[in-house]
């Protein structure tokens, strides 16, 4: 069985307090792009049950493996539901620590494969439920429409926005910065509450004024290189650019498709129409 896990983007982010759990509550706008990944699930007869063999292709992963979020994904829905074993390949196109939810993706698209091929019968809810077990921002991909996200980023709100209209410009310079650092570097500011969901509502060329994502000043000091992407996207013509998520992934907002040819030829550069 196969699927397609895509990445989002966030048109701003406050960050208002930190929580006594430790998170912080936040507000942000989560848009999906169709930007993906490859995510194929077999079952393996081979193994006994309990046992999940991932393969990674594409872009490298860091880290342990064992912290892979397919692989959680699947140890959660076996211990609740005794699986057969399988086999998972997933072939990395989404830059790895970019602030596009890759590896969030991956897992939600994981427990929704296994709960296909295995007819175990979870609702929506149900699975997203499951996502907070594996990340804040996984939950999104369930439904995976455009959404307000609040506290941790896993309380969703639909919102009506169009932007079928609209291009979107995609540009990665691998620079990893973590979302930890983003965090220590950052004050909260709990007078932001509500203004997201009031300014995006205005037309989008008034975004550019009005909407910041709040670790851009932070990942901005550390990397000027950043800065001189989102002002090199609204030199092409963007109605809005922005840091996604906390960083390093930069992306504009287009009216009509720009000709970015080799403006940005040492990073990762992706473009499309909003679906």
Known sequence: MIAFPNAKINIGLNVLNKRQDGFHNLETVL??????DFLEIIVDDDKKKGHCDLNITGLAVAGDPDENLCL???HLLHTAHNLPSIKIHLHKNIPIGAGMGGGSADGAYTLKLLNNLFTIGLSDRDLQNHCRELGSDCSFFI???ISLAIEKGDVLEPLSLDLKDYYIVIVNPSIHITTASMYNAFNPDESLRGHLKQMISAPLVNWRDTIVNGFELP?????PKLELIKSRLYGLGADFASMTGSGSTIFGIFSDLP???DEFA?????QDKFK
């Open 259 to 261: 000709e970015i040819r």
């Open 266 to 270: 040492d990073c990762f550069v992706w």
């Open 31 to 36: 848009v999906p792009i169709r930007l993906c």
């Open 143 to 145: 439904d995976n429409s």
């Open 219 to 223: 990942a901005f000091e550390l990397h």
């Open 72 to 74: 959680k994904a699947y």
